[in-house]
DNA sequence: CGTACTATTGACGCAGATCAAGTTCCGTGG
DNA sequence: CCACGGAACTTGATCTGCGTCAATAGTACG
């Protein structure tokens, strides 16, 4: 097989024939959910987890009064709620961005494989740790970047999460995001978002057309945002 | 032995006699070192892993042209650079705040522990989650709050954390941090903290004086930061 | 073709940044 | 015990990136 989750796994550590089976036998319920449907209700205990197999979902807090902040996106490949429901704890909303398909993961015995492997193990402490990587350059990005500086940095995030699944290429991808889900992820308001995404246009950056973007230079674009790609902890880090 | 990392991990699981001979025995290791003394060199790569066992460190995000980001304050009990030294993958810079004591702990050797106990894995999958809820709530406060809430926030975050360590009891607690470091964590200038560190105190919600801070209402200070204990994955969450 | 998002554009305001001096607090050495 | 030097903290004046308010225009779908 080879979906986004296979992909992402094997990106960090060499599977065996054994692991790839295991990951297999996790992901055999599926379910869909159309695009605005909440996949963990706030503050929810011990629920489920899933691995997100096919379209963008995101985590968020919302304020008492109405301010909301995306935590974190959610793309093909990564996983919700699972350390919150192996331990029992509440998880913050989660919600589908667009149409969505999920694996069903039962938390419990997927820590029971790791006893037994310890490459299935050491890929999802990588993913994990990456997760917590890529917040932690979110918070460098809305504590210390522009504007400006957000956006191109978000743009080159999301193709180097999207390349690594197989869902970018040639510094194009699909992107679903309105600008106020970009505003309320980089700490800005739609307004502000709808104005420096001109300034992006016309500074030559990127190209954006019917929920597709362009990249039209990353070189650029790196030189912007400060980008130091080693956070993202792929392969070849440039 | 009652150092702040066995209340910190007994506080999420009952361990055991020998799961605190293990814990101990990593701990047997210890070294010192001077505050701006740097822990973990940025980017450096399969680097040492420590338990902070005393003192203040933090890890932050420093840009070419100087603009510094806090990205995680690392209190005793903490672990520091342990996913990146086992995955091998570097680190952001990591620098002690105030003299710290530090043990020096074998990652490989503790994922082996791992194995062997599952109370023991379960209390570091929970303190890791805690730790990326911490940076997640971050996200939030320099997203969406404004420098008032987010100092308030702060505050209480603080004071939660080191009461789980026994460092904090009564609403008061010592604060190495200069206005310039919580400016760094909170996305701020020092300058802004400064006069937001005053309004606080004229409106009666803190006080502070050499270091030692006083959280006169906590009630308040809840209130005014929309304050919700649940990321912090405590006991009885009020 | 209405209803409801989503994007756009302009005018204006403000929280927090920047610039520029001080001042206070300490640790250190003479 | 005091003088010195460098952080850390204050305070005022001014500026600006981004927010707020308001109105219009696409667009998508039922």
Redesign the interface.
Known sequence: MDTPLHRKLSSAVSLTDEDVIVVDRLLSTTQVAPAGATLIPE?HVGGEAYVLLAGWAY?F?M???G???I??LLLPGDFIGL??S??G??E?SIVALTDVQLAKIDAKLLMEHF?QSPRLS?AF??S??R??FI??????S???RSAYERLAHVFLELYLRLELIGEAAEDVYSLPLTQEHLA?L??LTSIHVNRVLHRLKNDGLIAMEARTIRLLSREKLMRVS?FDP??L?HRSPK
Chains 1, 2 share one sequence.
């Open positions: 503050g985590r807090r304020f008492e009064d301010r909301r902040q935590s974190r350390n919150a192996y331990l704890m509440p913050q006893r050491l402490l990588w994990d740790t997760d917590r917040t932690e350059e979110r918070v460098a809305i504590g210390r309320d980089l700490g400060d080693r956070y902890m």
